[in-house]
């Protein structure tokens, strides 16, 4: 698996589409725009978490762990009678710690795009958070990460190139003051942008410049 939307068009993606539409009762079409967009945006956060040394640390042990991607073992399960309290539980945890106080307005910004309300964006991405996580898991057996900039790459490839919309999105969520915000990072980790100069402004011309 090279990539987030080779994610998403597998049997794992298929299924959470699928399971999380039924769970929300929102249509397939607008299941799957809510995680093409907030999938990026998580594990771009999950990079720049991983870029510290106690960061890359936290998150090798939870993929050796908590979430060795067991939880693929049956998706079909996870689905079937209602999404369990611990599994969104968990991913409140996961949204809390990458997204911080941003998670309000990643999840108001990816629903007013996909026109899914906030609370059904933010039940997507509770219940995706383990998932991927599962995901980062498996590759991480797969690939014999060990260290902290082999769990930096196997970030960075699985992020891979972004589509159009998704740049949109990510320019959305930019914090253009300045104050160092995650989201800042997370732009340019997704987009491959260079530092901000002179703004916002800036940093658009720099994405459309390329």
């Known amino acids: 698996m090279s990539g987030l939307l080779d994610l998403l068009n597998s049997d794992i993606g298929k299924q959470m589409i699928s399971g999380l539409s039924n769970q929300t009762g ?21 990079k720049k978490n991983a870029s510290s040394n106690d960061g890359a640390q936290g998150l090798m042990s939870a993929l050796s762990n908590k979430h060795d991607g067991s939880i693929l073992n049956n998706l079909g399960g996870l689905f079937q009678n209602g999404v369990d309290d611990t599994v969104l539980s968990d991913g409140a945890g996961i949204l809390n710690h990458v997204l911080g106080g941003k998670q309000s307005q990643v999840e108001q910004t990816i629903g007013a795009k996909s026109g899914v309300d906030s609370g059904s964006v933010s039940e997507i991405l509770k219940v995706a958070a383990p998932i991927l996580m599962g995901v980062l898991g498996q590759q991480k057996r797969a690939n014999n990460v060990s260290d902290s900039n082999g769990i930096s790459s196997l970030l960075g490839s699985m992020l891979g190139g972004q589509p159009q919309e998704n740049q949109s999105l990510i320019m959305s969520l930019i914090d253009s003051d300045g104050d160092g915000s995650v989201l800042d990072d997370v732009a340019d980790i997704v987009l491959g942008s260079g530092k901000k100069k002179g703004g916002l402004g800036g940093l658009i011309g720099g994405f459309f410049g390329k």
Do not use: D, H, I, W
């Not at 397939?28 to 998580?42: D, H």
């Open 26 to 46: 929102q249509s397939e079409s607008k299941t799957a725009n809510v995680l093409s967009m907030g999938l990026p945006v998580l594990m771009g956060a999950m």
